[in-house]
């Protein structure tokens, strides 16, 4: 490790809260499922390794309340979450499984963004990172899907709202936040942006959803295309949600740091690196001042990659430059796409039409 790094990060000023629990670590949802408890130790050991830990003030998140959850859930659901994992566990959807720990590691993600917000509040530090099992941004109101138990970003903005704060929702991961866009499709107190693979899983983030009612423009869907690589996510950035995300103004700023879009994870099909995802951090963090900026672990399944990629992302968040992969891009983005080839460049372009049209509207 380069001795400018370690010394860069001993004298560091600026900290940022990592939340997890040892509940995480004993959800257990199968033999060779990809959503497992490595996950968690790759991100710490990514930590290590971009030489920041010095800069990290671990905590372990308190439960959300039924209250809380209610907010985006149907107690309902919650109810026969509890009892499933009480009688041992079973399987909620094709890729869903809970155990007998599930709903102990569930409740402690959606209220992991809640205990941030108050320290973060409290001036315990500078950002969040959430390094949490399981993910969230596919839970619905009434289910789970995808992995994902309860929607931890949504119970985090949802009790935001609830005391009039203007929340900004930025979804990187791979797959499209279904849940998270539909608990704020009506609303105009949360502006939900996502870059995500398309057509693919869960089949939802089409150019076209922009929200509804109160919420119509608040919802931004950048749909890229299977192997659409760094540069283009940088313009989407730049171009459309920097300038987007500055006139709805909010006064948090919520991640969904997903690591599925890089080139190596085994169950996607994009194609950024490390470096990639500390200049999406570096992008989005100026978005909201210091002390209201969380970021949610959510997808990221090559334990490599994942451990590059949380460490690069922590860095980014204290101001140390780690890049332990080049940034990555497919060629001059003029040549990425024209209108009818549908390429990355194109899809930006649509997505800022038709944002303004809305905006206009």
Same mark, same amino acid.
């Given at each position: 490790?380069?001795?400018?790094r370690l010394?860069a ?6 900290s ?6 040892? /509940?995480? @670590?004993?959800h257990?949802?199968g033999?060779?499922?990809?959503? $497992?408890?490595?996950?968690l130790a790759?991100v710490?050991?990514? &930590?290590?390794?971009?030489?920041? $830990?010095d /800069?990290?003030?671990?905590f372990a998140? !308190? !439960?959300?309340?039924?209250?809380e959850?209610a907010r985006?859930h149907?107690?309902?659901y @919650?109810?026969?979450?509890e009892?499933? =994992?009480l009688?041992?566990?079973g399987?909620l959807?094709a890729d869903t499984c809970?155990s007998?720990?599930s709903y102990?590691? #569930? @409740? ?10 108050e320290?973060?509040?409290h001036?315990?530090?500078?950002a969040?990172f959430?390094?949490l099992?399981p993910p969230?941004? +596919? ?8 992995f =994902?138990?309860?929607?931890? &970003? ?6 935001l709202?609830?005391?009039g704060e203007r ?14 866009q539909?608990?704020f499709?009506?609303?105009s107190d949360?502006m939900f @942006?996502?870059l995500?693979?398309f057509?693919?899983?869960?089949g939802?983030? /089409?150019l076209g959803?922009v929200g ?5 423009g ?7 295309? /299977?192997?659409?690589a760094?540069d283009a996510?940088?313009?989407?950035l ?6 987007v995300?500055?006139?709805f *103004? ?7 740091a997903g ?5 190596a ?7 950024? $690196?490390? *470096? ?6 570096e !992008?989005?963090a100026?978005?909201a001042?210091p002390?209201r900026?969380?970021f949610?672990?959510?997808g990221?399944?090559?334990?490599e990659?994942?451990?590059s ?5 922590v860095a980014a968040l204290?101001?140390i430059?780690? !890049? ?5 891009t497919v060629?001059?983005?003029?040549s990425?796409?024209s209108a009818? *080839?549908?390429?990355p460049?194109a899809?930006?372009? #649509?997505?800022?039409s038709? +944002?303004?049209?809305h905006r206009r509207?």
């Open positions: 490790m380069p001795v400018e010394r990060a001993r004298f560091v000023q600026v940022v809260l990592l939340g997890s629990h040892e /509940a995480f @670590v004993e257990d949802p033999a060779e499922h990809p959503e $497992s408890p490595d996950r790759a710490r050991r990514g &930590i290590v390794d971009a030489g920041v $830990s /800069a990290v003030v671990p998140p !308190r !439960r959300a309340t039924r209250e959850l985006v149907d107690i309902g @919650v109810s026969r979450l009892e499933l =994992c009688v041992g566990g399987r959807d809970v007998p720990a102990e590691a #569930a @409740v402690r993600s959606a209220g992991a963004g809640l205990d941030a917000v320290r973060l509040e001036g315990d530090a500078d969040a959430l390094a099992r969230g941004h +596919h839970a619905v109101e009434g289910g789970a899907m995808g =994902c138990l309860l929607n931890n &970003i949504a119970v985090t903005a949802a009790g709202v609830a005391r929340v900004l929702v930025v979804d990187w991961d791979a797959h499209h936040g279904n849940g998270t539909a608990a499709y009506e609303s949360v @942006v996502s995500h693979q057509p693919f899983y869960p939802t983030g /089409a959803e509804t009612g109160d919420g119509e608040a919802t931004l869907n950048v749909p890229f295309p /299977a192997g659409t760094g996510y940088r313009m989407a730049d171009e459309l949600v920097v300038p995300a500055e006139e *103004s909010p006064t948090w700023l919520l991640v969904s690591f599925d879009a890089h080139r994870d085994p169950l996607t099909d994009l194609g950024l $690196s490390a *470096s990639d995802f500390a200049d999406l951090t !992008r989005v100026r978005l001042v002390g900026r969380i949610f672990l959510e990221g399944y090559d334990l990659a994942l451990a990629s949380a460490g690069a992302t204290v101001g430059a780690y !890049r332990p992969e080049p940034a990555t060629g001059r983005l003029g990425l796409g009818r *080839s549908g390429g460049a899809v930006v372009d #649509a997505a800022r038709l +944002h303004e049209r509207g």
